[in-house]
């Protein structure tokens, strides 16, 4: 990958360098909250009918490709 599409990622290595081992554990967990909070934003908005439950059952389909890939 070409330097100039992440500007910013040697500041970014240098604050995580920074920060304690607890802290990037914690902004790790944030961010994968985030993620799922993104995701689940995304499939609402892609289907407004859905029920909750409804919504869960493709959230967890969806999971479950990304994470058995290799099979």
Same mark, same amino acid.
Not at 33 to 42: A, D, K, N
Not at 48 to 65: N, Q, V
């Given at each position: 990958? #070409?330097?100039?599409? !992440?500007? #910013? ?10 920060? /304690?081992?607890?802290? !990037? ?6 961010? /994968?909250?985030?993620s799922?909070?993104l995701?689940?934003h995304g499939? !609402? ?22 994470? #058995?890939?290799?099979y």
């Amino acid at each position: 990958m #070409n330097p100039k599409e !992440r500007p #910013n990622h040697k500041l970014y290595i240098q604050a995580l360098r920074r920060m /304690s081992p607890e802290a !990037r554990l914690l902004k790790s967990f944030e961010l /994968s909250q985030f993620s799922r909070e993104l995701f689940i934003h995304g499939l !609402r908005k892609r289907f407004p009918h859905l029920t909750e439950d409804e919504l869960k059952k493709i959230y967890l389909e969806r999971l479950d490709k990304c994470h #058995n890939r290799n099979y």
